[in-house]
C-alpha cells in the first residue's frame, strides 16, 4: 500500500467535497440542452494547481460526477468523472511546467483554464454526438465555452488568496 499523507487526503476530499458543491450550488439552466451553467469548473482547475496530476484527477472526477449523481443527471456520470479528471490532470501538469520554466503562476492558472474550456467543450461534444447526434451536440458547445470561461474568471480570482493558505 502506498504511503498517502493525511493532508494529501485531506486536501483531495476537500476538493472533491468543494467542487460537488460548487458545481451544485449555483446552476444557471442552458436553454436547449438540459444542461446548465456553474462555478464548478473554477474548483476542478485549482484542484489541478494544488494537487498533483493523479490525486487531482481522482478530486475532480468524483467530486464533479457526485454533482451529476445527486443532481440526477446520471447518464453524463461516467463522462463528467473522466472528462473533468481529466481538466484537473492537465492542469495540473501544465501549471508545474510553466512554473517549473520561470513563468508567472497566473500565467499558469490561465493556461489551466484553456485547458478547462477546449476539455470540457471538446469532451461533452463527443460525448453527446454520440448519445443525441453531432447536431444536437453543437447546441451545448457554446454553453460549455461560457462555463469554462467562468471557470476561468473564478479560478483566477480565487487563486491567490489559496495560493497563501495552501
Do not use: W
Not at 449555483?26 to 498533483?52: K, M, Q
Not at 473522466?82 to 497566473?106: D, E, F, I, P
Not at 451545448?140 to 480570482?157: E, F, R, T
Amino acid at each position: 500500500m502506498r504511503n498517502i499523507s493525511v493532508k494529501k487526503l485531506v486536501t483531495a476530499a476537500l476538493f472533491a467535497a468543494l467542487i460537488c458543491v460548487f458545481t451544485m450550488s449555483i446552476r444557471i439552466p442552458t436553454p436547449g440542452t438540459g444542461g446548465y451553467i456553474h462555478p464548478g469548473d473554477a474548483v476542478v482547475i485549482l484542484s489541478g494547481i494544488f494537487l498533483d496530476p493523479v490525486t487531482a484527477f481522482l478530486a475532480a472526477g468524483i467530486g464533479s460526477c457526485m454533482a451529476d449523481l445527486l443532481g440526477g443527471y446520471f447518464i453524463y456520470v461516467p463522462i463528467t468523472f473522466a472528462v473533468k479528471g481529466l481538466v484537473a490532470a492537465v492542469t495540473s501538469v501544465v501549471y508545474c511546467h510553466v512554473v517549473s520554466k520561470g513563468k508567472s503562476r497566473k500565467l499558469a492558472v490561465l493556461y489551466g483554464g484553456i485547458a478547462d474550456i477546449l476539455l470540457v467543450a471538446g469532451g461533452y461534444f463527443l460525448f453527446e454526438s454520440v448519445l443525441y447526434g453531432p447536431a444536437a451536440a453543437l447546441l451545448s458547445l457554446s454553453a460549455n465555452g461560457i462555463q469554462g470561461i467562468s471557470g476561468l474568471v473564478i479560478a483566477g480570482a480565487l487563486y491567490p488568496g489559496l495560493e497563501r493558505l495552501l
